[in-house]
Nanobody, 126 residues
Framework: QVQLVESGGGSVQAGGSLRLSCAASRYIYSGRCMAWFRQAPGEEHEGVASFDVDGTTDYADSVAGRFTISRDDAKSTLYLQLNKLRPEDTAMYYC????????????????????WGQGAQVTVSS
């Protein structure tokens, strides 16, 4: 049963923008925390941004000021707006959700999240 579905990846030139979407089941969407991670080839997963159910957002230093995480409650959808993209932003981006979590930060461990999407590829050329 697919419960998180990402879309919106693609290829852009440096300086460009993309918007990723993550459609969630209503149950998962109502949980404590949703977040975006990314994984570049040969690298470990990196937390990018998080959205706590209380409305608090958090960003990795590498994307702060360029990326924006948001939610549309009517659509049970999480978004990540990626602006001023750089070649080093090239990665597979994953949506993740935690029904119960002690904390909700972009640096929260992978084990915090029990639900994951299939990933959306973002490629930025120089």
């Amino acid at each position: 049963q697919v419960q998180l579905v990402e879309s919106g990846g693609g290829s852009v030139q440096a300086g460009g923008s993309l918007r990723l979407s993550c459609a969630a089941s209503r149950y998962i969407y109502s949980g404590r925390c949703m977040a975006w991670f990314r994984q570049a080839p040969g690298e470990e997963h990196e937390g990018v941004a998080s959205f706590d159910v209380d409305g608090t957002t958090d960003y990795a230093d590498s994307v702060a000021g360029r990326f924006t995480i948001s939610r549309d409650d009517a659509k049970s959808t999480l978004y990540l707006q990626l602006n001023k993209l750089r070649p080093e932003d090239t990665a597979m981006y994953y949506c993740a959700a935690a029904w119960e979590a002690v904390e909700c930060y972009s640096a929260s461990s992978l084990g915090t999240f029990e639900y994951w999407g299939q990933g959306a590829q973002v490629t930025v050329s120089s």
